[in-house]
């Protein structure tokens, strides 16, 4: 069977990281028997002005045949004026909500080598690795109703709902016990159970669900305690599972825990399998077409996608462990170079992975 992988490049860096997860991607095709087959097409602020909407119908459809889709970034301040529908990011949120993309796993991973860039001091963070499971679709982004009204005073209120179902808790549920049983057997629920309603029932939930995971130890934590742990003692962590906004937080917390954005990658998979894969930062137009982005996020990407939806873990092993020794043998983009370290450019990272790769490969 031959993968349809569905690239969307987006916006500033997007293409140039894109183009270096093209490389590994053929490079995996030549030297290791990868069947895959690529399709590019426009989301985002490129969509915009080639199609005049953030995601073309065209892009949707592809994306719906494809077995997955690597992006890149999308957005810009040249389309931060555009009204609300047609903005980059509205094109993102749309193919997120178009293909019900409900589950977002983030790992915080610290490569040893790295353990200096943290924020955090080394014997604290080195070694975490950590993988945050947020449910995507639902709670209080999504609730309604929403708005903004006049009260009978007379002073404006805004007003959201948070409402989750049982059926979304088991699923989100389902995707992080599964997670910890692949992983180290630990699952931390993240809730507000003292204070909503909504967490009660979320907690009711995940504690169903335990007994059809006797491999993973379920703990629950107060959302406010578990960002505290989060910069206290963040090593504690395996798996985190919590909903929307809590993990929105949650989320960018851990990852500044790993010192760089360029490092992380994430996934949001359907309930079939089919993931969008992309590196967690944003389109950083400030460094665009420079050579200085960091692809190292978009490949890691890419390793998580042949482990969630191409069933190919063993090069999904590869693709991290070629990282690692690249790192290792002291390469670095520029927002990993320590004062006095040379910096290596985007394409010469990527450059540097295949031929680690190739290496492997015999
Ligand atoms: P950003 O993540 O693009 O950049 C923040 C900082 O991190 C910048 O200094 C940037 O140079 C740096 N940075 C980001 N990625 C890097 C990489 N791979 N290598 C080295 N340095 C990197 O966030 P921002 O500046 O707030 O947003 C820029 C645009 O991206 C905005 O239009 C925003 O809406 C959009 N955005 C898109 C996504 C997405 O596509 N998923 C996510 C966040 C922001």
Not at 59 to 73: E, M, N, S
Not at 128 to 141: P, S
Not at 266 to 286: I, K, N, R, T
Not at 309 to 322: I, M, P, T
Request: charged share 20%; with cysteine.
């Amino acid at each position: 069977m031959t993968y349809r992988v569905l690239m969307l490049p987006g916006d500033h860096i997007g293409p140039e990281i894109v183009a270096e997860a093209d490389k590994v991607l053929r490079c995996l095709a030549d030297a290791f028997g990868l069947a895959v087959e690529l399709e590019y097409a426009n989301l985002g602020g490129c969509a915009v002005d080639a199609e005049g909407t953030p995601l073309p119908a065209s892009t949707l459809g592809l994306a719906r045949q494809a077995d997955a889709a690597l992006l890149g970034a999308v957005g810009g301040p040249e389309w931060d004026g555009l009204a609300r529908e047609r903005r980059p990011e509205r094109g993102l949120l749309a193919i997120r909500a178009e293909l019900g993309l409900f589950a977002n796993l983030r790992p915080a991973i610290l490569f040893p080598e790295l353990a200096g860039a943290s924020s955090l001091r080394p014997e604290v963070v080195s070694g975490l690795d950590i993988l945050i499971v947020r449910e995507l679709t639902g709670g209080i982004y999504f609730g309604d109703p929403r708005g903004i009204r006049e009260r009978t005073d007379g002073v404006r209120e805004g007003f959201n709902t948070l409402v989750y179902g049982a059926d979304e808790i088991a699923r989100i549920g389902q995707v992080a016990f599964a997670a910890a049983e692949r992983r180290g057997g630990q699952l931390c629920s993240v809730d507000k159970a003292n204070v909503l309603e909504s967490s009660e029932l979320w907690r009711e939930v995940m504690t169903g669900l335990a007994p059809s995971h006797p491999g993973v130890e379920l703990s629950h934590m107060y959302v406010d305690n578990a960002a505290m742990q989060l910069v206290r003692a963040p090593r504690q962590f395996d798996v985190m599972v919590t909903g929307n906004l809590f993990g929105d937080i949650l989320s960018d917390c851990a990852a500044m825990l790993t010192g760089s954005i360029g490092m992380l990658p994430s996934a949001s998979l359907d309930e079939q399998g089919f993931g969008l894969y992309e590196p967690v930062h944003g389109s950083a137009p400030d460094i665009a077409g420079q050579g200085k982005a960091n692809p190292l996020a978009t490949l890691l990407s890419v390793a998580m996608m042949l482990r969630h939806s191409l069933d190919e873990g063993d090069l999904a092993d590869r693709v991290e462990q070629a990282v690692a020794r690249v790192l290792a043998s002291g390469l670095r983009t520029a927002d990993l170079a320590a004062p006095g370290d040379s910096v290596t450019p985007t394409a010469a990272m990527g450059d540097a992975v295949v031929e680690a790769l190739r290496a492997e490969a015999g």
